[in-house]
């Protein structure tokens, strides 16, 4: 039976010998037995198994149970004895008891919320391929519910696409396909033949884009001279070159740097026979006399999200020709670059302990170090780490897109169970406790030691998205980190002597403060440190807007109202930058709304996000629904979305397509978003809501009860609501999953309605 492991923020899954209870088992097998049967209609699983595990504890075995047995049973006594009125306001607070009584049980010792961060579906062959090379055991268990994955998530054509709902591509196809036959699955097993069908059809694995050609090539199933060139004499290039990949955003020039170094040693696998099986398996061609030069821009047509321009194509042709031709010197450049790109990878890997920053290079920097020296004890270190990036749910073993989203989901949870009041506060003080404890744990505490040398920002008192080990500092997890924090401490139920100290807080608010960049906003892990034509050369075929790290409306917004937040608590400290600061952010979210009055958002889904955070932000820099015209604007364009049925509901190709694209049904995700939006938008105090200026708002308010509805009948009879679409998105074309979302935002949506939008019960 499979254990779970989340104390620290670390998410492991082991599997022991033992097993576990019948009953317990059972509920499992049901769970995946359910999500077999449905795979092609819902395409997200619900986090089962960790639910599953975590509901099973006896209550006196869970983490922070407070005793509300007496509580809940008197709602139920109170409904029955009120009139009509009153009942609705009765309904709403048992809803939200019904909500937290459930969420409180997911909850970690630690404080935090696990959950599934999965999605992608590139970044499990990854592993796989990686793991294969390298000779590290997964264990039967661990390759058993990889292969429980991948046959879940294959499409009915046969492929498989680049996340869980997109539709088969050749980067999805042919890595999942090699990652199936690697874990023992015979070429002659239906899926492999489906799979192998699909491949075949689009003229081979030729056309896989670029990042899957690397990976194919590290295996010795693509040969070096098919990948345009990942030169990595960039890496010692002068920084004042505006192409020094230290200049790109981070999650870009962290990937391309253990790629630039296999370039550069064009490190490949030792040929086996299931690496000869496979070399006939991919092309139609032999292997042998295929033309790899010719397909160093060859990329099946659906996978193509991003065009190259010409340029790119001239830049291509003359890194080639440095490649292969003899030049005086080259030798020593490429060893002095070979130098400092390994140097670089294992900077990284010692600052974030052997996490890295994502799943990617995770994996890559695990193979440079093993290319090497595999008996290093560098390399050795990468190993028991590949568990932080693995979930266990009903459609089988994945591997998530970072290590978690531990601090990401603590940090909303706790805001929307402040947002609670007096329920939280009186019933469940010990859940916001444990989440005070995690915000605590998770703040980073010290700054990365020479930063410059290794082009990292300031880390010293920001929040990663995850975790301390890994403590990448990020602009909008330090707000809402902080945010969190304040509203915690404000709450009621914190001692005050685990008050954070002033200097913690001042700590996060010069990391904040330092991450503007000039046009006001706020990107994401650093500011902004070259120019958008660099996409010019973006090397990736799938992916959009990677090249440097970008302001966004959602970055922006978080980072004023952690501002704000903190400026409240603390007026005297910092106070004219942090007013600056504020009123240019609020500027440039103004300046980016688009003509319909929304905001694209570019980690959810998706003009619901951005119009969400949006709306926050301005209203956090202290615009009024009188005073702004971008908040009238944002309310009439989320209204004219609504569904009959009172919810929103969009497309994860709004995010592609950047135009709304409706969904067929409605999400408590997006109706949740929307209603927080116009609450917030049109309704800044208790008292603004009953006065009169706001009569003529009958409109929004109508649509917000109508939303408010349509989560109060989705939620189920437990506390819980419907897993349904996905709803996380980066790089423009890449969904992710959420699985927390669902718990936190219908409940905090509920929560601001009882407390702006009704008089306290």
């Not at 693509?222 to 020094?244: A, K, S």
């Not at 790109?248 to 086996?272: D, N, Q």
Request: glycine content about 8%; some cysteine.
């Amino acid at each position: 039976m499979w254990k779970i492991t989340c104390e620290r923020g670390r998410q492991w899954w082991d599997w022991q010998e033992e097993g576990g209870s019948e009953e317990l088992i059972n509920q499992v097998e049901t769970a995946r037995k359910d999500f077999e049967k449905n795979k092609h209609q819902q395409k997200h699983s619900a986090d089962r198994i960790l639910r599953t595990i975590a509901l099973y504890r006896p209550l006196n075995e869970a983490y922070g149970m407070d005793d509300v047995t007496d509580y809940m049973k008197s709602l139920d006594k109170r409904m029955s004895q009120e009139d009509e009125g009153k009942r609705y306001r009765i309904q709403l607070e048992k809803s939200l008891a019904t909500a937290i009584q459930y969420y409180r049980r997911l909850q970690m010792s630690d404080g935090h919320w696990p959950g599934d961060y999965g999605g992608p579906m590139f970044l499990l062959p990854g592993l796989v391929i990686v793991c294969y090379i390298t000779e590290t055991d997964l264990g039967n268990e661990t390759k058993k519910e990889m292969k429980r994955y991948l046959y879940n998530h294959q499409n009915e054509d046969g492929g498989w696409g680049l996340h869980i709902e997109a539709p088969s591509s050749m980067f999805g196809t042919a890595m999942n396909y090699v990652a199936l036959r690697i874990l023992g699955v015979d070429r002659d097993d239906s899926a492999a033949i489906a799979a192998r069908n699909w491949i075949l059809q689009r003229g081979g694995a030729l056309g896989i884009p670029s990042w899957g050609k690397l990976y194919l090539a590290v295996l010795g199933l693509y040969h070096w001279d098919g990948l345009n060139p990942l030169t990595p004499e960039m890496w010692i290039l002068p920084y004042w070159v505006p192409i020094h990949p230290g200049r790109f955003w981070c999650h870009c020039r962290i990937v391309y740097l253990p790629m630039s170094y296999l370039y550069g040693r064009r490190a490949t696998a030792k040929e086996t026979s299931l690496i000869r099986e496979l070399k006939e398996e991919l092309y139609l061609d032999n292997f042998d006399q295929i033309d790899w030069n010719a397909q160093r821009e060859n990329c099946c047509k659906e996978d193509i999200y991003t065009h190259r321009p010409k340029v790119q194509s001239w830049l291509w042709t003359i890194l080639s020709w440095y490649e292969k031709f003899p030049i005086p010197g080259k030798s020593y450049l490429r060893n002095l670059a070979l130098e400092e790109t390994l140097l670089q990878v294992k900077k990284e890997d010692e600052y974030t302990d052997f996490i890295c920053i994502g799943p990617v290079n995770k994996v890559l920097n695990m193979l440079c170090c093993y290319f090497d020296d595999p008996y290093s004890e560098h390399f050795k270190k990468h190993i028991p780490r590949l568990k932080d990036y693995l979930w266990l749910a009903e459609d089988g073993m994945k591997m998530q897109g970072y290590n978690g989203s531990q601090l990401w989901d603590t940090a909303f949870s706790a805001q929307a169970l402040c947002e609670a009041g007096s329920i939280t506060r009186h019933h469940f003080p010990s859940t916001l406790q444990l989440a005070h404890h995690y915000l605590d744990i998770a703040q980073v505490r010290e700054n990365v030691p020479q930063g410059e040398r290794y082009y990292r920002h300031i880390s010293k008192g920001a929040w990663p998205f995850s975790t301390r080990d890994h403590g990448w500092p990020i602009s909008d997890c330090t707000a809402e980190g902080l945010k969190a924090v304040l509203a915690l401490e404000a709450c009621g139920s914190i001692p005050k002597e685990q008050f954070f100290s002033h200097e913690r807080l001042f700590d996060a608010v010069d990391v904040s403060l330092s991450l503007q960049n000039k046009d006001g906003g706020w990107a994401t892990y650093e500011n902004t440190r070259s120019y958008s034509w660099l996409e010019w050369i973006n090397p990736s075929e799938v992916f959009g807007d990677i090249m440097i790290d970008y302001s966004c409306v959602e970055c922006t917004s978080s980072s004023i109202q952690g501002l704000a937040a903190f400026r409240a608590r603390h007026p005297g400290h910092r106070r004219a930058q942090v007013d600056i600061a504020i009123e240019r952010g609020a500027r440039y979210i103004e300046s980016i709304q688009r003509p319909d009055g929304s905001w694209y958002g570019s980690w959810g889904v998706c003009f619901t996000y951005g119009t969400w955070f949006g709306v926050e932000g301005l209203v956090a820099a202290g615009r009024t629904f009188e005073s702004c015209e971008s908040l009238p604007k944002a309310c009439r364009f989320l209204c004219s979305k609504q569904k009959s049925d009172g919810s929103w509901g969009e497309s994860y190709r709004s995010c592609t397509d950047k135009v709304w694209m409706e969904a067929e049904q409605g999400q408590v995700v997006h109706t949740a978003w929307a209603v927080i939006a116009l609450i917030k938008a049109i309704c800044t105090s208790h008292s603004m809501w009953h006065s009169d200026v706001h009569v003529s708002h009958q409109a929004y308010h109508s649509s917000i009860r109508k939303g408010i509805d349509f989560l109060l009948e989705s939620q189920l009879e437990n506390g819980d609501w419907p897993q349904q679409r996905i709803s996380g998105v980066f790089n423009r074309n890449c969904m992710i999953s959420y699985s927390n979302y669902r718990n936190i935002f219908p409940l905090w949506a509920i929560a601001l309605y009882r407390s702006r939008c009704l008089e306290e019960i």
